[in-house]
């Protein structure tokens, strides 16, 4: 079965720093993806960033980096620069296979002024 | 462009009546899927359409929840006799592509989620 697990709670960060949210997965099927998603109080999923199991490099998109240890099955999502808008509750989710989408149980991140 | 909507964004209802929650997803996307978000969770996979067709309702908790997609856009979860156990965030999401096809093109974006309480 197709699992993902968020071992932090909660994390607080300064304003302006860098900040690295966990995320290790565990899959028996070679091809999968990786995806970090957002979701403020509003309530809305936002999506971040994706990585597939196959890609050579590490994914970024603006402040975000994926940081992909293949063999240790981790995907840990890295965001510099934090701002006091990152506030807010993030996913990591995989799929692979011909399985849904598998979600972990989130990160509440606060960024303090 | 416009992104997937969902409504309404509240739903309030007692014990036992029936529901029906929307989804239109964004133009162009052949692929829609519905969520399920308790308090504190991570969403879980109820249902997912490719076209009009639901290729994987694994996740439907029982018989009083079914969807539909007649026309390969638009969707609708249909929730009977209702239970307090029901409520939670409902979320709908859309691909361009379908899961284990193309990568990145299978990317889910979210709805804002209806809000189901039942009282």
């Known amino acids: 079965a197709q699992k993902i697990t968020q071992t932090q709670p909660g994390m607080f960060v300064q304003e302006k720093e860098a900040v690295t949210l966990d995320c290790t997965y565990d899959t028996s099927d070679p091809s999968y993806g990786l995806f970090w998603y957002k979701q403020p109080s509003s309530g809305e999923m936002i999506f971040l960033i994706y990585q597939g199991s196959y890609d050579q490099q590490n994914a970024t998109e603006g402040r975000y980096s994926l940081n992909f240890q293949k063999a240790r099955k981790s995907a840990n999502l890295v965001i510099s620069a934090s701002q006091l808008g990152d506030s807010a509750m993030y996913f990591c989710a995989m799929r692979a296979g011909n399985t849904p989408l598998v979600f972990g149980k989130g990160t509440r991140l606060s960024v303090i002024a | 462009g416009a992104g997937v909507s969902q409504t309404p964004s509240n739903k309030v209802t007692e014990k036992g009546k029936y529901v029906e929650l929307r989804c239109d997803p964004i133009s162009g996307h052949t692929a829609l899927y519905w969520y399920r978000q308790s308090l504190g969770q991570g969403p879980e996979f109820l249902i997912y359409f490719q076209g009009t067709g639901a290729a994987d309702d694994s996740g439907l908790p029982n018989d009083r929840f079914f969807a539909v997609r007649p026309e390969g856009s638009v969707s609708t979860l249909k929730i009977q006799r209702t239970e307090r156990g029901d409520s939670a965030v409902y979320l709908c999401?859309?691909?361009?592509?379908?899961?284990?096809?193309?990568?990145?093109?299978?990317?889910?974006?979210f709805g804002p989620g209806t809000r189901l309480l039942v009282l």
């Open positions: 999401a859309s691909s361009l592509a379908r899961p284990g096809l193309a990568g990145y093109q299978e990317t889910q974006y």
